[in-house]
């Protein structure tokens, strides 16, 4: 899942991209509004975490942008103001969900989640493939039985190769969907991941490289 967190108080962005990127989450972000149009003109994103109250675009305008543009973007929307008519305004504007500030760590990321399942086409609440399974909801992964201990991005790789349903994953997907803005496209990222990962599946191999096409797990 690919995020974008549009919030100009810098702590609490940066707090809630932290919060989201151990979820094995891609963050992007941004501190104004003129600059999260400019990202989501060239970046496809699942979901928009997005302050009401931005300087440069105001957040009611980019989510009304958001909405006109039919990307699919799913936005959440934050704000101080908690009264039921702020709620409703919030989402009389095509915001998906609402979180009035202060708010939970926790629930922000289940709100995320939740929005991100909507926005992407429907899978199986548990991914199976042979002997692999993986929860999304729960952030567990096993093997013949054994629990898998992953990083966010090993999880979040291994999501998406299952969710791939057997289709050749390039890398540079791989780059777009688990990675953010900060990744280096010309490194041996992905390969090296791909790498740590497969040696935590052990044999026999479940991830194969497919010449000039990527990775894929072949469907049992």
């Not at 979180?99 to 995320?112: I, M, N, Q, S, T």
């Amino acid at each position: 899942m690919r995020v974008l967190v549009v919030e100009d108080h810098q702590t609490l962005n940066r707090l809630i991209a932290t919060g989201l990127r151990r979820e094995a989450m891609a963050v992007d972000t941004a501190l104004d509004g003129r600059d999260a149009l400019e990202r989501m003109a060239v970046t496809r994103y699942d979901v928009v975490v997005l302050d009401r109250d931005l300087p440069e675009v105001h957040g009611d305008e980019v989510c009304r942008r958001i909405v006109s543009g039919g990307a699919g973007e799913r936005v959440l929307m934050l704000t101080a103001a908690g009264t039921v008519r702020d709620r409703v305004e919030g989402l009389g504007l095509g915001a998906d969900d609402y979180l009035p500030k202060p708010f939970d760590l926790a629930e922000l990321v289940a709100r995320v989640r939740a929005l991100g399942r909507r926005a992407a086409p429907a899978l199986p609440p548990v991914l199976d493939n042979g002997d692999l399974n993986l929860d999304p909801n729960r952030r567990v992964a096993f093997r013949a039985g054994r629990r898998l201990e992953l990083s966010p991005k090993e999880f979040a790789v291994l999501e998406h190769l299952l969710s791939a349903g057997g289709r050749a994953v390039p890398a540079e997907e791989l780059l777009e969907r688990v990675w953010d803005e900060a990744a280096d496209p010309f490194t041996t990222t992905v390969k090296t991941t791909i790498g740590r990962l497969r040696g935590k599946l052990g044999d026999p191999p479940a991830i194969h490289t497919v010449r000039e096409g990527g990775y894929r797990i072949d469907s049992p």
